[in-house]
Nanobody
Framework: QVQLVESGGGLVQAGGSLRLSCAAS????????MGWFRQAPGKEREFVAA????????YYPDSVKGRFTISRDNAKNTVYLQMNNLKPEDTAVYYC??????????????????WGQGTQVTVSS
């Protein structure tokens, strides 16, 4: 069983920055593919960023590319999401997710078998 706990959300003005953290339990965290998703009210959960285990390849949708950066610290069992130049449309609940198999795709929610409880990010204009 893997537990994920997000932190770092909050209220920020447009153009500001936040860093989200996700602390994971589990002895083999270094072999998990990790992802961040977000869900705004009335919308489906959408992919924000992912990082593979091993080489640490990263992936982003065009909507956040160049503004968001995902990283991981395997020694701390933690994955981060640095969010810069935030926009009001980034407002959502942000979820951390783990693919404990370390294989398969990384864009779909179906690829992840563990989820955190979410942290609210609100960007004011």
């Amino acid at each position: 069983q893997v537990q994920l706990v997000e932190s770092g959300g909050g209220l920020v003005q447009a153009g500001g920055s936040l860093r989200l953290s996700c602390a994971a339990s589990g002895r083999t965290f270094s072999r998990y593919n990790m992802g961040w998703f977000r869900q705004a009210p009335g919308k489906e959960r959408e992919f924000v960023a992912a990082i593979r285990w091993g080489a640490g390849s990263t992936y982003y949708p065009d909507s956040v590319k160049g503004r968001f950066t995902i990283s991981r610290d395997n020694a701390k069992n933690t994955v981060y999401l640095q969010m810069n130049n935030l926009k009001p449309e980034d407002t959502a609940v942000y979820y951390c997710a783990a693919n404990s198999r370390g294989s398969g795709g990384i864009y779909s929610t179906e690829e992840y078998d563990y989820w955190g409880q979410g942290t609210q990010v609100t960007v004011s204009s």
